[in-house]
């Protein structure tokens, strides 16, 4: 009569595998490591969300960029309503060619001429620089959001993928112990030569699924080092955990916010606030720039000094500027046209991404609550029976591969969880004051 016991070792993963908690947080230092430029770097022991956040804002290239371009559009604004300079002039008129003296009997002045704008013109340039400026500085703002964003997805990303690793390694430790207890039962003639293939066959799928999890998990790992703009970190563990249910106060930020303080509709309403200057300049363009001048000097026959004043008017006559009023009165009605659908859309995204928030958590909270506790128990009522004799062999590989999909399912209910939360947050304008990051980078734009 063959007698089969479960090796302690084989009931230790089993246990490991019906463990539901995510890795906890635990206490980080960092140590100072020099990087290729030469300057030295914090490397974190263990990396949380706040200082992921933290360190794309101020490594992250792509953010650069964006600060540097919001920094060209600020310089080229402050050009904008400037006065043309004033001109140098100096005239030798009346000169006499083929008698007298030549230059001497020339009458000779030095003198200025400046061209001054109509009034209203250059307060309208500079409305036009500013609505520019807000524009660049939303447009990085807006960046800035969306890279936070970018980081929480990958962050919560590599958390399940880790998680995910572990669960195959615990599942492919499970296999080959069963692979083990298969083949002593064929050897003592207790079960047939297919029992033992089939549990290899499950252990050789289990190591390739391993290799697939621990893949994707190093694939997101150095997938979130770039986005920090940190290669160096991207073996470096998490400190913090996945999120597993909902949190009223991003409900509350998405219905209660203030519908102005996104980027998308700042860049709206700037370039709204540019197109209503832009079209008031326009109408002002038939209005004539005089130039006026003043210039001095002495009659070249009699050496007696001068003065003489100068104004010169510009007549609308043959253009008067409509195309460009036209132009101009498009452009408006486009970007009115652009803020309020930028408004309906902002407000589209937020019911929408606040929907998937909430039956992500619903169905968080009906895996935790029935689903993994039912799984929990099958497996341990077919494990008891098993050792008793009441189930099969077939029975216990069946409900050891349940219970692995019933965990990496609940693990994908939870991830789908985090990066709804994360796009809900982004679409609120900005990270919940819990993050905290640092609110300046190297390369903010300068007011």
Not at 99 to 122: E, F, M, N, S, V
Not at 153 to 163: F, Q, S, T, V
Not at 295 to 309: D, F, S
Not at 370 to 382: D, I, M, S
Request: charged residues 25%; aromatic residues 4%.
């Amino acid at each position: 009569m063959f007698s089969l016991s479960i090796p302690s070792s084989h009931l230790r993963l089993l246990g490991g595998l019906l463990c539901a908690a995510f890795p906890g947080r635990t206490g980080a230092t960092s140590v100072p490591l020099r990087g290729t430029d030469g300057n030295m770097r914090e490397v974190p022991a263990a990396l949380s969300l706040a200082d992921a956040v933290r360190l794309a804002l101020e490594n992250n290239p792509a953010l650069h960029a964006a600060g540097s371009r919001s920094e060209e559009i600020a310089g080229r604004a402050a050009q904008l309503g400037r006065h043309a300079n004033p001109e140098l002039e100096l005239v030798a008129e009346e000169w006499p060619w083929q008698h007298g003296r030549g230059l001497a009997d020339a009458k000779q002045t030095i003198g200025l001429t400046q061209p001054l704008l109509y009034p209203g013109k250059r307060s309208l340039d500079r409305q036009i620089g500013g609505a520019e400026v807000q524009a660049g500085r939303a447009e990085w703002a807006g960046r800035r959001v969306e890279l936070i964003r970018d980081v929480k997805i990958a962050y919560a990303r590599a958390l399940a993928a880790g998680r995910a690793a572990e669960v195959a390694a615990q599942l492919a430790d499970v296999a080959e112990a069963t692979a083990t207890v298969a083949r002593r039962r064929v050897e003592a003639g207790a079960a047939a030569f297919q029992e033992q293939l089939r549990a290899e066959v499950q252990h050789e799928q289990a190591r390739s699924a391993l290799a697939d999890r621990q893949t994707e998990a190093t694939e997101v790992r150095r997938f979130l080092a770039t986005l920090l703009g940190r290669p160096d970190l991207d073996e470096t563990p998490l400190a913090d955990r996945l999120a597993e249910a909902v949190d009223a106060a991003v409900l509350g930020a998405a219905g209660n916010g203030d519908p102005t303080v996104h980027p998308t509709l700042q860049v709206a309403q700037a370039g709204l606030d540019r197109a209503d200057a832009a079209y008031r300049r326009a109408r002002l363009e038939p209005m004539p720039d005089p130039t006026v001048g003043v210039n001095a000097g002495r009659l070249g026959a009699t050496g007696e000094a001068i003065i003489g004043v100068r104004l010169s008017i510009p007549l609308p006559v043959a253009d008067r500027g409509q195309g460009r009023q036209r132009a101009a009165r498009a452009a408006l009605n486009g970007a009115t046209a652009e803020l309020r659908a930028a408004q309906q859309n902002l407000q589209r995204d937020r019911a929408a991404a606040a929907q998937r928030y909430r039956a992500a958590g619903l169905q968080v909270a009906r895996y935790r609550e029935r689903t993994l506790p039912k799984a929990e128990e099958a497996l341990r009522l077919v494990r008891a029976g098993f050792e008793q004799g009441k189930f099969g062999f077939t029975d216990l590989l069946d409900t050891q591969r349940t219970i692995a999909d019933v965990r990496l399912a609940y693990l994908h209910q939870v991830l789908e969880l985090n990066l709804a939360q994360a796009e809900l947050e982004s679409l609120n304008g900005g990270p919940p004051a819990a993050v905290d990051p640092a609110e300046s980078g190297p390369l903010q734009p300068k007011e």
